[in-house]
């Protein structure tokens, strides 16, 4: 009888323990919240503000092809493209790429400095480079959009090789923070710098995104029908070089590189 009233007391019940559990509930909910959620939302932010960046930059892709094209009517020949900030910096770098096109029958290659333009969130990055888009990790780049550069199988061992050459112009530019900045990407000149027909190509890119160059060559190249002999894709330090040589099976590329400036800055 003694023991049943025991477990039906209630009075060692104090307000003073309830107290200390919610509390330590609510202390280890927010220490969940702390260690977990926050983290996430952050990483969430982080991919939402790259993930922003890189349609901005399909944008500027698609005014810079538009100026290549030729003045739309109505608009001219210059695009503002808005990029949102978010804390992170855009800068225009004219001077920090080079690309080098030698070629059987020439003793001076052809050699450009097609510059970018990079927008930069904490660890990683977008680039256009070279009319290509680039995404930007700590461990390399991806190639999110293909350069107007083509190669395509004309037909009895022999390739046709197009490269565009986007030289971006102007003075280094820079801008960073919060609110939208913009880009002014505008014409500025264009040249056909070679067109006919060669027995071996060789291309030099020196990139901080090398390692996407050197994937895009070897897919492109492969897929034109060339034997694996007759090209080679390989990387030293920050550059890459493509060698295509077709010449020990009599046959030849139809190799036309053209040119177009662009004028670039950040406001």
Avoid at 19 to 46: A, C, E, N, R
Avoid at 56 to 76: A, C, H, K, W, Y
Avoid at 204 to 210: A, K, P
Avoid at 230 to 254: A, C, R
Wanted: aromatic share 8%; no cysteine.
């Amino acid at each position: 009888m003694n023991y049943k009233n025991l477990l039906e007391d209630r009075s060692g019940v104090s307000p003073v323990i309830g107290m200390i559990l919610i509390l330590s509930i609510v202390v280890v909910s927010i220490g969940i919240i702390y260690t977990t959620g926050i983290p996430f939302i952050d990483s969430m932010k982080h991919t939402t503000q790259v993930s922003n960046a890189q349609n901005s930059f399909s944008v500027l892709q698609n005014d810079v092809q538009e100026i290549i094209n030729g003045p739309v009517t109505g608009v001219g020949m210059a695009r503002i493209t808005k990029v949102d900030m978010g804390g992170g910096s855009i800068s225009v770098e004219p001077q920090n790429t080079k690309i080098q096109i030698d070629h059987s029958g020439s003793s001076n290659p052809v050699t450009a400095i097609p510059g970018t333009i990079s927008y930069k969130y904490k660890s990683r990055g977008v680039v256009f480079e070279n009319g290509a888009i680039f995404s930007r990790y700590s461990t390399g780049s991806f190639m999110e959009i293909d350069p107007m550069i083509y190669a395509s199988d004309l037909g009895s061992g022999n390739i046709g090789l197009m490269i565009h050459v986007i030289n971006v112009t102007g003075a280094n530019s820079s801008i960073g923070g919060e609110g939208t900045g913009k880009i002014r990407t505008s014409f500025n000149a264009r040249g056909n710098l070679y067109s006919g027909e060669v027995n071996s190509v060789n291309i030099t890119i020196s990139s901080q995104n090398n390692d996407s160059w050197g994937r895009y060559f070897n897919d492109t190249l492969s897929n034109t029908g060339l034997a694996s002999s007759d090209f080679s894709v390989y990387q030293s330090g920050g550059n890459v070089e493509i060698e295509i040589d077709v010449s020990g099976s009599g046959n030849y590329i139809q190799l036309s590189i053209y040119e177009t400036k662009i004028l670039a800055k950040v406001e």
